[in-house]
């Protein structure tokens, strides 16, 4: 028997069983290519990174559109021991400054257009169209792969993610992360040859590039890629498609065209939502519409996938099911740390060979957030009913998920505060139908001064990708503070809801 692969390069080698086979069917603009002619591809572009001077173990930052080719790039980082570093291309070069100083990418790869082909740093562009230098580069390389051998400790990914103090942090994922995440899902999910997986996700982060994307490949199917997340595209390609992964304003979105139902469902066997809470009224009304019942799974940046609700048996709405397969997931109360009682509500602590090994270059922070028993506290609060489901019930973390994008109110408060006449600001979620969250600032203008909410929206659109800018600027005379002194954010999304 083969044993089970332990890095990504096993997983696609031993788990491609066509390599005539499609992997990715692009749509919408997006092109095709074999499973065979994809990892070809890679290791032609896995030569152009290695002239470029990239060893095993380094850095790319990516900002590009969504494409074919872009998928190709990270399974080219993968062949050449690269770390990929994904970045949303709605990022302003003033958001880029810290993640380029901190990455120290030996290379960038950028749309032309976006602000990383500026980066100071060897940069290679490629376009949606797949124009741009890295390709015309790569058209002449070999195609098997440079003598790059990966262990499941191979430095696979770095994705930046933030907290509620300081800066983003890059999160150090390894090939043992990310393969034994995509095999666990594979089976819970059955994905197979037959699957044909919907994709619409955005491919700078965990959900999209490496779930969607290394789940497929495990179960030797193909994707059907679209550049984004479109109701008239999902109501035309979904009909073919075996299966779809989304994050919650997919499924609500879809819910509010009329011709969504029973019939573009067909072919399905499973719509999977996760990356921030299913209300259960979604849930319900895409069980009346469609017949489906959508599995809801949950994860982090630092740990891929950790539960999901099940294949077969019973999906719980409002939970996210039991922890999968290699997977230990507990609830410990936030003082003794000691585990809670069924249906007590505590702390999520998460252990497995899932879990990253750490926040680049920032060792006294990766020492506090894992306890001594080397569990990841992930600062998600939540429950374990007696079936072993989890359910979460909010998040220690100042944290706002619109659309299943994160925003930290800590960015936006210190962007906004820099800003001409702003004394003070609090940045709240409040419920958003479409988004689950919207971002809302309420500001205190300084004294005898006065904030032009026009003027302020402009410069923050200037300085923050659009999804972090507020949907709505409140000015008030003061902020609510308790005692202490610390603003309350509670009494301001109940004024502001
Ligand atoms: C775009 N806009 C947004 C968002 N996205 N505003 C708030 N929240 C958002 N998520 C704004 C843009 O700035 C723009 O504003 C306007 O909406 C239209 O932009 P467009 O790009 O056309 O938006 P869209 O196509 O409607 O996108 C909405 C979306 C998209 C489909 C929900 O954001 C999306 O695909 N989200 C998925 C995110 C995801 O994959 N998360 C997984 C993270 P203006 O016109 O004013 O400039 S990984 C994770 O969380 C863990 C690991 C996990 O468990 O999965
Ligand atoms: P990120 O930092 O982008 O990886 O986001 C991870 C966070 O998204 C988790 O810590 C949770 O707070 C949230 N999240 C992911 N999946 C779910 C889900 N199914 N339900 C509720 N929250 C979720």
Known sequence: MTPQPTTLIELYEQQRTDGEALLVEGVDGLSS??????????????????????RPGDRIVLQVDKSTEALLVYLACVRAGAAIVPVNPAYTEAELVHLLG????????????????????TVLTLDTAGGGTLLGLATDAPTTAPPFVATPDSFAAMVYTSGTTGRPKGAIISHRNLTSNALALAAAWGFEPSD?????????????LFVAVNVTIAGGGSLVLAPRFDVGVALEQLPRCTAMMGVPTFYTRLLGDDRFGAETCRNARLIISGSAPLLASTHDEFRERTGHVILERYGMT???MLTSNPLVGGRKPGTVGPPIDGVSV???????????GVGEVGGIEVSG?????????RPDQTRTEFTVDGYFRTADVGTIDSDGYLTIVGREKDLIISGGLNVYPKEIEEAIDAQPGVLVSAVIGVPDPDFGEAVVAVVVAGPGETVDIVALRDSLRAILAGYKVPKRIHVVDALPQNAMGKVEKERLRVMFS
């Open 33 to 54: 290519c074999t499973s065979a002619g994809a990892w070809a591809r890679a290791a032609q572009i896995a030569h152009v990174l290695e002239d470029h001077g990239v």
């Open 196 to 208: 044909r997986l919907l994709h619409m996700l955005p491919i700078f982060h965990v959900h999209g």
């Open 330 to 340: 507990r609830v410990v109360d936030p003082l003794t740390g000691e585990p809670v």
């Open 353 to 361: 060979p899932n879990v990253f090994a750490g926040y680049w270059k």
């Open 102 to 121: 901190d990455a120290e990418p030996s290379l960038v790869i950028a749309d032309p257009s976006l602000p990383a082909a500026n980066a100071p740093a």
């Open 302 to 304: 630092e740990t891929s």
